[in-house]
């Protein structure tokens, strides 16, 4: 009895270790990925270059018309790659989404596509606290 329970709790070491290697192993190639294929700004310095952006909001519509950083456009991600979208290479592009899962995987598909000056909003919209529009609902 007692070494079936050793056994058994041995067993759950090894899956917890192994989730948590799994788990720092996506963590880092998301860091990785991010690192190689776009800069990540803070928020202040994503407000200092917003004017000479183009500043894209890859969430849903739906997120974008509930609140989004004053002069983005709404470019969510999956029509992103389905039907691209008219972008300049020759200006920068400011990418965020509500963290950085979405920016990153849009840096790595804008960046196989010719762009290369791509930035990515540290910590996403969910933690903005620049200027924001919100939809105006009608009754």
């Not at 880092?28 to 000479?52: D, N, P």
């Amino acid at each position: 009895m007692v070494l079936a329970v050793s056994s058994g709790l041995m067993m759950l070491n090894i899956v917890i270790l192994v989730l948590l290697i799994v788990w720092v192993g996506v963590w880092g190639l998301g860091a990785w990925r991010r690192r190689h294929y776009a800069t990540v700004l803070s928020q202040e310095e994503f407000q200092a270059g917003l004017r000479r952006a183009q500043v894209i909001d890859l969430r849903p519509k739906d997120q974008f018309d509930r609140g989004h950083i004053l002069g983005a456009r709404s470019v969510p991600y999956a029509l992103l790659r389905q039907q691209g979208v008219d972008l300049r290479a020759d200006m920068p592009i400011y990418l965020y989404d509500e963290g950085m899962t979405v920016s990153t995987q849009a840096a790595v598909y804008l960046n196989k596509h010719g762009f290369k000056q791509l930035y990515i909003l540290k910590d996403g919209y969910v933690r903005w606290e620049g200027k924001t529009k919100k939809a105006k609902y009608i009754d």
